[in-house]
C-alpha cells in the first residue's frame, strides 16, 4: 500500500460519504462523552434510543448525578452492560463537577482519567468534538486497517499509529468517521459488500466477494 494508493482510497471514501460525523445523537460535548461511553460494546442505533429518552431529562453531569444509580439505569437498561456503565456515568458526572468545573476537558489526559474512559472513547472525543486529527480504533477501523491493507496491525494502538503516520493530512480530520461508515456499511465483518465497494481496486484483500 503505497502513498498514492491511500490518498485515492481517502479521496473516493470522502466522495461516497460527502459528511463524515458520528452516528450517536448529541447536542453537546457532553451529550456525546456520555453516547460514547454508552456506545461500548453496543450499537450508536440502541444507544441513540435510550438517550432521546435521557437527555431530555438529565444532559448535564448534575442532572445526571440527581438522577442517582437505579434512575439512570432506568434509562439505560436496554443497553448491554448497563449497571457497569451506569456507574462510570455517575462517577465521570462526579469527577467533572468536582474538577472540572462541569465541563468535558480538552486534553487526552485528562479524558482518560475519566471512569469508562480509555484512549478510543477519548479520541472520539478529541476528533468530533474538539476538531483534532486523531482516529479511534474501533472493531471498524481496526478490521479495515488489516484487511485492506491500509495499516496492518496486531493491536488497536499499533494501527492506530501507522493510520496518523500515512494518512493524507489534508484526510486525516475526516479518516476516522469515513472508515467507520465505510466498515459499518460496505465493508462489514462477515461478508464484505465489495460489489458495491468504491475502493474496490485499491483494496488489497484477498478473498474479495464478487
Not at 445523537?25 to 434510543?49: C, M, P, R
Not at 468535558?104 to 468530533?128: H, Q
Not at 478490521?143 to 496491525?153: E, F, K, Q, S, V
Not at 494501527?159 to 479518516?175: I, M, N, R
Request: aromatic share 6%.
Amino acid at each position: 500500500m503505497n502513498a498514492e494508493k491511500r490518498r485515492e482510497i481517502f479521496k473516493r471514501l470522502s466522495e461516497a460519504i460527502p459528511e463524515p460525523k458520528t452516528e450517536l445523537t448529541h447536542a453537546s460535548t457532553f451529550e456525546l462523552l456520555i453516547a460514547v461511553i454508552l456506545s461500548a460494546q453496543a450499537t450508536d442505533k440502541g444507544v441513540n434510543i435510550a438517550t432521546a429518552k435521557l437527555f431530555p431529562v438529565a444532559n448535564t453531569p448534575q442532572a445526571i448525578m440527581d438522577l442517582g444509580l437505579e434512575g439512570l439505569e432506568g434509562y439505560i437498561k436496554t443497553i448491554g452492560l448497563y449497571r457497569s456503565k451506569a456507574k462510570n456515568v455517575l462517577a465521570t458526572c462526579r469527577m467533572l463537577v468536582e474538577q472540572f468545573n462541569s465541563e468535558v476537558p480538552r486534553t487526552r489526559d485528562a479524558l482518560e482519567s475519566l471512569p469508562g474512559v480509555g484512549r478510543k472513547t477519548a479520541n472520539v472525543i478529541l476528533n468530533t468534538a474538539f476538531g483534532e486529527a486523531t482516529i479511534a480504533v474501533d472493531t471498524h477501523i481496526f478490521r479495515l486497517g488489516n484487511r485492506i491493507g491500509l495499516a496492518p496491525g496486531k493491536t488497536p494502538l499499533e494501527v492506530e499509529k501507522k493510520l496518523l503516520k500515512t494518512v493524507p493530512k489534508d484526510y486525516l480530520q475526516d479518516a476516522h468517521h469515513l472508515l467507520i461508515l465505510h466498515g459499518r456499511y460496505v465493508c462489514v465483518a462477515r461478508k464484505p459488500k465489495c460489489a458495491a465497494c468504491v475502493i474496490y481496486d485499491y483494496c488489497e484483500y484477498k478473498e474479495k466477494t464478487a
